[in-house]
């Protein structure tokens, strides 16, 4: 099939089988390879890709259902102010190593810390039974995560108060 | 540039819009025709040449209604949908937990209670023993007509030729006072993995604080959830105690047969289920402890 | 070397981190699609037999198909110490997975499509899947050729044979004499562990093009130039005419230190003349995944009652697979690993490597040692209670100190392992608070076992040649050209340029790391053995001395102030004790172009050689380790009797680094180190279907830790053992995996106060012990006692494998 597709704000057109994955016409097609292809089945969060304001697999999204939806990539995601802060503190934490799993990773902490503000360490790896990180242990992530947090709604007190 | 034909289109997605046009195109497209809900089971083994007949665009699908009788649940409504909308509602507890707990939070929010149910090849679904405990009737159309029928029913009618091209339309879960139910899973690691072993254990105390119309379902263990009618017999007129239901859960295991799968063996299975029934107990205790409430 | 300047930057933060978190970062795979043909593999699918017919013919006319290539295009041989291997199975298949056939279409599915249209007749032949089978008298061998196979890596006293890939041996001492003893007590431990495979996120990935008559390999590689090497013998090409490039990499693990799928894409590429990308599906990729081999080891030592080692011997099997690849040479490092840490009276080990029908294995973080230790430190507590003595004393007593000799007759320097031990105490001591009471884990472990442990281990740097290139550019910036790889370890973000930055006296910042790339630097081995900050670093210093040279003797001509009072600090060159005299490096450098022409440094490193005792090894390659490196673990588990689950509830590390020259990055590595240990030790179990495929086939079945299933590390790094390191230091990344299955295991043992002789500790497998239940286990293949080389326990020309031992035994 032909069709087109709204992602971060732009419409980009495709040309594949229904079936195909959303994250497979993003990488080979459109050229949005911020999603990564690691599994496949949505166990490892590497191509979690906003739907609607929701982080999905894109793996186990047709790229038929994803027509006529907003879709927000990680590209995108710096575009947005929470992505963006959850971005900075992992840098600033020295928290990345290869990278692959960052994007999945920070798809699902910027929902996180936009739908819990009082987000804690155990929320937080709750959050991430779908992100697999193969090099980092996962901590640094967790107290960045946690920090940005509490950065946030400490910021958002002295907005509320200014 | 990638030449035209090898684009060749393999499936058809279809988008109906009521329940009646779904089922009319799976009449139509017979045994080549498939249900696509959540996708999050059939996009891990695409079948070749499928029509897939897409529910994302059935309203009346995506419906929970909750009344001071039941709770009737549209088949597509997501686990994520599911476990908000149940938050905080005395007596589906373990439902909640069954919703909130499986798989992770990208693939819950796209699976589907209707996948869940008509999945017949996953064994280790969380809401099926959830529903069995819940005695929850499903609400079936054919091109024949509609139907309802208890999911127990529904679990082996789903694999008979009758089945084929049927759509689950909804779920209804009675909401009866008094009425507790609890759900616990077991997975290799903390979560994530499918599990090895579900339980789900419904029952009300009676007014002299005893268990009354108990069940208990089993899910993850054998290749299909089914209930433990000899554990629910034992159990019905005790005292909630988490003790007295391991001992009895483990004097009665025998009536499974442990699923033998690379991930664990046969015997594991079984040796955990007495324990994961004791922890479901411990949740009923705690909340008839509590009132009927989760501490 | 040990300049250790002040000014190193220690925090210097990784320069790929934003484009990392943005998506922005260009990985292989993310450059396989637009403008490049797709592979795709076509694999036998038994685990043994003859190859019949192969016809390709009809697959050629399949739309899309642009090249076609099969064992007739690629027949030669190559291998790490034997070259035993080729790309395609010819005549032969040796393991289910091994390739076939290879196409490229314009699309994958078009290759795929393709390969359903090879017309193939395979017989299939007995299979030996596991080694008790390979080793069973008269068992179907892997290589019938064995004898034929080019010996690559030579290695005094090496013995081979049948089944038996690789045999090495380690004798110090009379061991016979200690065993009969009376004074002694012997303990004797059996030990089996699984495969564990990598999962790095980034699967193994190359794309190939063909231009003018060279090949441009783009790959997901740790070692460029093995890829290089490799590529050109199995398709019989000069080297010269291979250029292998590097971008950033998903993760590797060991995973990528071998030269696997690129030739593929290379042949493909020469076929057509088109670019080739091959990027294997995660089921492929664990399908033919270089594994951390399964092995078995017996170990047995005679023990003083005072609690002296005075014998120890060990039989170490390792599985190698279909082709001895890796393994052949790891079976070197069990001296290092298994043999060390503790001073022996006399040692004698013996370390096979093995021929089975399965994937070929590979090299995987601290190859060898992390099964060598789990043994090493599970039998150290078995001694201890055998005769009576607190396990952390009998290692505080025994481990190797200043002037000991390991198993080889090395002479270790320095005290590191005994004061490490020491402060691992006094961690403990800090961090003892009674878990209890502190959160809402601790109701869910109330009826659970607890355990507690203590281990050590010994590894080492790999060091071995490497090169660099130094230019200093006429903007005062610098530029490191060299063949390592950023895999993630963040050796090419931080260590690396801070390093040479403190060498030239400019920030961090100004140096600019190349990405890899074999047409513009010299050799090196590639990025493993935790070498690179060691071996690149060393060469990087080497060459930062050469500009160092260059540019005081012109700063001095034009200065006139004697090069030896002058200095590189802060982007200037300057009198020393004159801060702010002289002239800056970039102006210094413009100049440059017109007098001396541009300044440029090339350094390179080699291992200088540490004595073994001579006659101590047989079938080595490595005698002696130039840089040891100590570790010191230590955890408290709970262990859930009804269902055999082990939560990790605290877990310390004491590492030896030399110098902490980024502790960020290597407290990094260290908490991501134990985590993938954690997974070896408790989660992650391959297994194989009878007919030889590994059972696992994503992430789904294959279980890595998951975020809530880990502990923060905490961690105290220890400095200042002796290291020829650049300013002392040692690698760090590959270590922190080394002993967490041993710590995991003794602790486990603890709680449950029985013997824990099998990794991985699953629920199901805990479960098992607990209940008594029978294991897999003890392997009974191993050789009994005592360990004797040139064993060779099967195939049916017995008398013709004693003969060619006797040729190939170059003692």
New interface residues.
Partial sequence: ?RGKLHINGEWHSF?????T?LHRVLREQIGLTGAKDVC????C?AC?VEVEG????A????V??AECTQIVTIEGLYHDPVGRRVMAALEAEDAVQCGMCFPGMVM?LTHLLKTDPTTDREKVK??L??NICRCTGYERIVSTACRAAKAMAEADVREETA | M????????????HHPVTVQEAVRLLAKLGTNAIV?A???WL??A?APS?H?V?L?RVAALRQLVITPETVRIGAAVTHDKLAAELQGLPGLEGLAVAAKRA?????R??ATVGGNLCTKEFPAADLVPALLAAEAMVKVVTPEGQANQSLLAYLDWRREAAAQNHLLVSVEVPQRAGRLLAHAR?T???????PVALISLSARPDAKNQLADVVVAVGAVEDQARRWPGLEQRLTGATADKAFAVKMAQELVADFRGREG????D??RL??LP?LL?RAMAQLQERLANGGRAA | MNLRPSLASTAFARRDASDKLRGRTCFTVDQAYQGHLQAYLLRADVASGEILRLNVSAARQM??VRAIVTAADAPYQFGIGVADQRLFATGRVRYKGEPLVAIAA??L??AKAAAGAVEIDIRPLPAVIDMAAALTEGAPLVHPDWDGHEVVLEARGARRGGNLAWESLVRRGDVDAAFARPDVTIVESSFAVGRQIHMQLEPRSAIASYIDGRLHLVASTQAPWTVKNVTARALGLPASRVRVTAPAVGGGFGAKYGCTIEPYAAALAMACGKSVAIVPSRAEEMLSCPCRENADIQIRSAVTADGHIVGREAVVLMDCGAYGGEQIYLTTMTAHTLGSAYRLGSVRLVSRAVYTNTAPNGAFRACNGVYNIFALESHTDEICQAIGMDSFEFRRRNVLGDGDLGSTGQVFQGDVLGPMLDKMALLRAKDDSPLSGKSSADARHEGWLRGRATTVGTWFVFVGPSAATVNLNPDGSATLVTAGVEIGQGTMMQSLPQIVAAELGIAPAEVVVHQADTDAVGFDVGVGGGRTTVSLGAAAVAACAEIRQKVTDLASRLMQVPSSKLILTQGRVERQGHPGSGMTLASLAQEALQITGPISGNGSFTRPGVAALEGCTSGHFLEAVDIPVFAVHDCEVAVDP????VEVLRYHVVQDVGYALNPSAIEGQIQGGVVQGLGYAL?EEV?FTSDGAI??NGF??Y?V??A??VIPVVIELHEGAPSIGPWGTKGAGEVPILNVGATIACAVSQAAGLRVQQLPL???HV?AILQG?KLPLPPDHVQAWPARPGFIPHTTKSAKVADNLKGKDRS
Wanted: aromatic share 6%.
């Fill in positions: 099939m040309h594949a089988d229904p079936a994955p496949g089945e949505g166990f969060g979690l929701e982080p999905v697999a793996c186990l999204l047709p038929a259902l699902t709750h959050a039974v779908g | 990638i030449p035209a034909e090898a684009l060749e289109q393999q499936t058809d997605f696509f959540g996708g999050t996009m891990r695409p499928r897939y897409s994302g798989a992770n939070p990208a693939i929010r796209r077991l290799l690691r903390r979560a994530g993995d499918y690379p991930e664990v063996p015997w594991y040796h955990v324990e004791g | 739309p899309g314009d699309t599915e078009q009804a269902t055999g689950h989660h297994t059972c696992q789904g079945s279980r830790p998951l809530q299933d699953t629920p199901p479960l239940r």
